[in-house]
């Protein structure tokens, strides 16, 4: 997904699965469908905070996972 929340490729799965299960089926169908962009960053929420992804996303990957680990406050002055 983009910043503007654009999906940029998607995978269904049941809803008892968990998500750390598609991110890197997700990071290839990216690869294979958008081959001239690169991703230095990734930013996932603390359901993706454990060292095997990290290690992966970066080794693997070269992507540096920036990890939200609470909830973001939006500001009220900010326009729809």
């Known amino acids: 997904m983009t910043v503007t929340g654009v999906p940029l490729v998607s995978e269904i799965s049941p809803r008892n699965a968990p998500d750390q299960d598609y991110i890197f089926l997700l990071l290839d ?13 990734i930013v996932l929420d603390k359901g993706y905070d ?10 693997h990957y070269g992507i540096i996972p920036i990890i939200i680990r609470k909830k973001i406050a939006v500001s009220q002055k900010l326009s729809p």
Do not use: C, D, V
């Open 29 to 41: 169908q990216f690869k294979k469908r958008f081959p001239e962009m690169n991703i230095a960053y």
């Open 50 to 59: 454990a060292e095997p992804i990290h290690w992966k996303l970066y080794e």
